[in-house]
């Protein structure tokens, strides 16, 4: 049984990535996510990806990543009639969840406290990039500026390089993790006490969280990160070595992963030489060993290091493309990936990725296909009860 929260209604509100990707982590779950969109293009990921075609159709391949299993409703909330409506929705409602800047909905009526005399016991998930206070509450955010001002970038890339934007939206990516966390544990305490919560998720503040390593480097041994490129500061060898064909990631972080690595490559001499016997010397004269290090490598590709190191026990892993890693027997196996013959407004089948987890070992997978804007109009609010009618539920 993977839907751990059927039963549970979510109203999701956002745009683009954070608060789509915490939604869709719900709706994985078996939640009832209805995506609340505004009638003039909605979610503005519709318009965005790869494809220019799917971008003018109104489903982009950013869209479709992170909202399947969702029903589509629009609604204008700056009309008097439109708000109703969502207040009806609300009302049905377990959690909610929006992206917008700080005082939006308050300026539409539509906050917090006003949304917590409709329906008691709301959670209420607020995803801004810097949260709802500080000097910096109003700024627009987008993951990039995260990532810069989080101090990310500054670690990321090579001394020559840095700094550099890690290459996938990692802030926006966070920001939606922690809100499906904080979510899920505020609905806990709904179900038990009847008490709702005013979740402030700020993207600034998870991207920091997740820099825990080298923050506590900082705070706590006044080590100020550097950046490294693919090298690993807390040990040696550790990191991404070239081989006879490809890259090979080796993690030798244990002295006895470094003397079997040394072994399996044919220079157990290594393991005794003064510059690398020891662990903070070899972390000292990492440059050295990577040299002898990839010389032996050179007489096989990374494939078969791969085999033969992890074998050993010495952990090791090829550096991959997004199209190798889908095609690996790993991913495969694990149906990490969902698809769907027949998507609205798509003239070709459709595959999504599911969130990285199982449960009692079944993969949770969408199921329905990302919705059509407003696709889901009639049969969300047909069977909607009139708020006055509509009690409270715990």
């Known amino acids: 049984m993977t839907e751990l929260l059927s039963g549970i209604r979510v109203l999701d509100l956002t745009n683009v990535l954070a608060g789509p990707y915490c939604a869709y982590q719900l709706a994985l779950l078996g939640a009832d ?3 609340v969109e505004v009638p003039q293009g909605g979610d503005l990921a519709r318009q965005l990806g790869g494809s220019p075609k799917l971008n003018s159709d109104g489903m982009g391949a950013s869209f ?9 409703v629009v609604l204008d909330l700056k009309t008097p009639a439109d708000r109703e409506r969502f207040l009806d929705l609300v009302a049905s409602a377990d959690a909610l969840v929006e992206n917008f800047r700080p005082g939006v909905m308050d300026r539409l009526g539509l906050g917090y406290e006003a949304l917590k005399a409709v329906r008691p016991g709301l959670v209420y998930c607020a995803i801004s990039g810097f949260g709802q206070t500080g000097p910096m509450r109003d700024n627009p955010a987008y993951d990039q500026i995260i990532q810069g001002l989080s101090g990310i970038m500054s670690i990321t890339g090579t001394p020559e390089t840095a700094p550099l934007r890690v290459g996938y939206p990692v802030a926006d990516t966070l920001g939606g993790l922690v809100g499906a966390f904080a979510i899920a544990a505020a609905l806990v305490r709904q179900k038990t006490s009847g008490e709702g919560a005013f979740l ?3 993207m600034l503040e998870c991207t920091l969280s997740a820099l ?3 923050v506590s480097n900082y705070l706590t041994a006044a080590v100020d990160p550097q950046p490294m490129g693919n090298e690993n500061m807390t040990a040696a060898p550790s990191g991404a070595f070239r081989t006879g064909d490809g890259l090979l990631n080796i993690a030798a972080n244990k002295q006895e ?8 490559i044919g220079r157990p001499e290594l ?9 903070e010397t070899r972390k000292r004269n990492r440059a050295a060993l990577k040299i002898e290090i990839e010389d032996a490598l050179a007489e096989a590709p990374a494939a078969v290091w791969e085999e033969t190191l992890n074998r050993a026990g010495v952990p090791a892993g090829r550096v991959l493309t997004i199209p190798q890693v889908l095609a690996e027997p790993q ?3 694990r149906q990490v990936t969902a698809s769907f013959a027949d998507v609205p407004g798509m003239d070709r089948p459709l595959t999504v990725l599911r969130g990285g987890f199982m449960v009692d070992g079944t993969a949770p997978l969408p199921t329905k296909p990302p919705p059509a804007l407003g696709e889901h109009m009639d049969e969300v609010f047909a069977d909607l009860p009139p708020r006055a009618k ?4 715990a």
């Open 331 to 333: 991913v495969l196996e």
């Open 64 to 72: 479709l990543a992170q909202n399947a299993g969702k029903r589509s």
């Open 390 to 393: 509509t009690k409270a539920r």
């Open 200 to 202: 402030d998720v700020s």
């Open 212 to 214: 825990g390593w080298p």
């Open 257 to 264: 992963q470094f003397v079997t690595l040394c072994r399996l």
């Open 271 to 279: 393991a005794v030489d003064p510059r690398f016997a020891e662990r």
């Open 33 to 35: 996510v209805i995506k």
